[in-house]
């Protein structure tokens, strides 16, 4: 038997991590500021405990261009590096000098926001380098160092002269990563990654005009003045407390996230946990409209204000993706397939932190203002009815808030509608039926006619309103939901005084076959209905079962019933006065006259009546006022 250990040869990993540790490579300054950032924060840390005496200013961070010599520099004030130093944290491939540090100051930095993590950060500088330079010089009484490497394994270490205290990284670009020689591009990415880092990261200068002081004379011009252009607002929004922000502050901050965004959000939720993770953030609830799949994948990802990415998906429930702002956490391992993260525990306490978080905060939204919860409700319902079918745990809570609005403008919960319905809206099972509408336009002879007889209609009108119709039958007893379409109200609603048939079944059976002759070619089946006189002589309505299953089908569900045709029904009003006069019409023709007009309304109420059919139909209502 034999132990040993497995020989990990430099000159065969190091291309390996230059070519394949980001797919990414415009990471690479996101990582070398990051590592400035760090260098800064522990000078910061080292002072405020003590270990660094004296003044330390203001540091910030600096980037220069020179296209010339064609060398992009970072440049820092912080801690800096002896020799020894540079030897531990850059020669020694993924040992990283974050993680040592938080080890060392644990009882005092853990909060610190230190950013490193790996010890591999720094290398991606030869993603887009030939040759990379560290001159840095450390906090502490030590002579300065200069490393060079040109990428090979082998590095030269020599001594510097360099004074002041910090660490500059120069980066010889390489011929085909040019473009991070251009200003326009490195700005991009600085505003991308870096726009909300901790410390202030300077990009040239730019020109100012000063104001001009009070009752100066109209005519003076404003003097200008040369500053620092800084690239990044290091104290963003979501790092302070909600007592330190007004309204104005989230609203200010949520221009800042989305620059060409003019809309005003209806409302945010500001998150920050500690235990048993970190977490911090701003969620906003912009307005969405019913194509929700443009508007998805708007939240950003930082890791301690460093921008990661903005595709959270895993990482909130789908329904939340809806929503805008940013989340902050050092606790989710982004370094991991997106199905695994998933699984991951730690990333399902943060998802389910943020659904309650967010069912919370429209509890007390509607708690507080009932009237101004209502009038959002048609622009945040979609996330709300998302949620409610995605997310059991959300769809207990949602049972507060969730509204459902009547075709009168009023906006019920699920219990005041059940209690406004219940004696009044049951069928021959005892079921609650509770009618609905998906457009008001379109179905307005049913609404109306529904509304005549005293009962209540919902407009229900959002895309996936079918699925979570199918839940809340699925998880209410004795429900059953009936777009207002699907059969004749006396059919879907029991009465306790029947209608009696103005005819007798004598006559149902000689009129039955008469219609059906005429309806035939559209494939209608015929069904006498003994309905209010007042309601139409002929109703076409599509069986609710069979709508469903052609909805289910369109969202994607299976093709096993190949393209279903659409099906009616065509219910016969026996009741109705041009009913009788059908059967009492002896003439055939007149007859089939009358019938064929009374189809066209029925189809014209269901928007069914066109092209040659619409045209003949004009023609005969024209005859008719002749
Ligand atoms: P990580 O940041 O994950 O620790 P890196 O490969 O990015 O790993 O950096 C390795 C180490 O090199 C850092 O932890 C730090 O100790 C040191 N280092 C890198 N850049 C600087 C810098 N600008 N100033 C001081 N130390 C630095
Ligand atoms: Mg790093």
Not at 522 to 537: A, H, T
Request: aromatic fraction near 8%; proline fraction near 4%.
């Amino acid at each position: 038997m034999s132990k040993g250990k497995i020989n990990v040869a430099v000159e065969n990993i190091f291309p390996l991590i230059k070519k394949f540790l980001y797919s990414d490579h415009e990471i690479f300054l996101r990582e070398l500021i990051s590592n400035a950032t760090d260098a800064t924060t522990k000078l910061a840390h080292l002072s405020s405990i003590g270990e660094i005496k004296g003044d330390i200013g203001l540091p910030k961070i600096e980037i220069k261009i020179d296209s010339k010599k064609k060398t992009l520099r970072v440049i820092d004030q912080g801690v800096g590096m002896s020799m020894d130093e540079v030897n531990k944290y850059i020669n020694e491939v993924a040992f990283s000098g974050a993680e040592e540090f938080l080890e060392k100051y644990k009882d005092t930095a853990q909060d610190s926001g230190i950013i490193g993590h790996f010890g591999l950060g720094f290398y991606s500088a030869f993603m887009v380098a030939d040759k990379v330079e560290i001159i840095t010089k450390s906090h502490q009484k030590e002579t300065g160092a200069h490393w060079t490497c040109d990428g090979s394994p082998e590095y030269n270490l020599v001594k510097s002269d360099k004074k002041e205290r910090g660490t500059e990284v120069i980066l010889h670009i390489s011929k085909d990563s040019k473009e991070f020689l251009e200003e326009s591009r490195i700005r991009e990415l600085l505003v991308k990654y870096n726009k909300f880092m901790p410390i202030p990261i300077k990009l040239g200068t730019k020109e100012v005009e000063i104001p001009l002081p009070e009752g100066a004379p109209e005519d003076q011009k404003p003097e200008k003045e040369t500053i620092d252009d800084i690239i990044n607002n290091s104290n963003p929004a979501w790092t302070k407390t909600p007592k330190e922000l007004s309204d104005d502050d989230y609203n200010s901050f949520y221009r800042e996230l989305y620059p060409n965004q003019f809309e005003t959000p209806l409302f945010n939720i500001h998150l920050n946990v500690d235990y048993p993770f970190h977490l911090t953030g701003i969620l906003y609830f912009p307005k969405i409209n019913n194509d929700i799949n443009v508007q998805k994948d708007r939240i950003q990802l930082y890791q301690n204000q460093v921008f990661v990415t903005d595709n959270v998906e895993g990482i909130v429930p789908e329904f939340l993706t809806l929503l805008r702002g940013v989340i902050d956490s050092p606790d989710i391992p982004l370094n991991v397939s997106r199905s695994y993260l998933q699984a991951d525990g730690a990333v399902k306490k943060i998802s389910n932190y943020i659904t309650r978080k967010v069912g919370d905060k429209l509890s007390s939204l509607f708690k507080k203002d009932r009237k101004a919860f209502e009038e959002k409700w048609n622009d945040i319902k979609v996330v709300i009815e998302y949620g409610m079918l995605s997310e059991d745990k959300f769809f207990e809570k949602a049972e507060k808030f969730a509204l459902y609005p009547t075709t009168k403008g009023e906006f019920l919960t699920y219990g005041e509608l059940e209690e406004k319905i219940k004696t009044t809206q049951t069928d021959k099972d005892d079921k609650l039926v509770i009618l609905y509408t998906s457009n008001i336009e379109e179905q307005h002879s049913y609404i109306s006619s529904a509304e005549d007889k005293g009962y209540t209609v919902l407009l229900l009108d959002s895309p996936i309103i079918s699925h979570l119709i199918q839940k809340m039958e699925g998880s209410k007893d004795k429900i059953s939901f009936a777009r207002v379409d699907g059969d004749s109200i006396e059919n879907l609603i029991k009465k306790d005084e029947v209608i009696i048939s103005k005819l007798s079944d004598k006559e149902k059976e000689k009129l039955k076959p008469m219609i059906e002759e005429i309806v035939k070619e559209n494939g209608y089946i015929v069904q006498m209905e003994s309905m209010d006189s007042k309601s139409l002589p002929f109703v076409l309505a599509q069986p609710e079962f069979m709508r469903r299953m052609k909805e289910m089908q369109q969202n994607g569900g299976s093709g096993m019933m190949g393209n279903m045709p659409e099906m009616y029904t065509l219910l016969v009003n026996t009741n109705h006065e041009l009913i009788s006069d059908i059967l009492k019409t002896k003439a055939a023709k007149k007859r089939e006259r009358l019938i064929i007009q009374a189809l066209d309304l029925a189809k014209l109420s269901q928007g069914l009546l066109k092209g040659e059919a619409l045209t003949k139909f004009l023609q005969r209502s024209l005859d008719l006022i002749k």
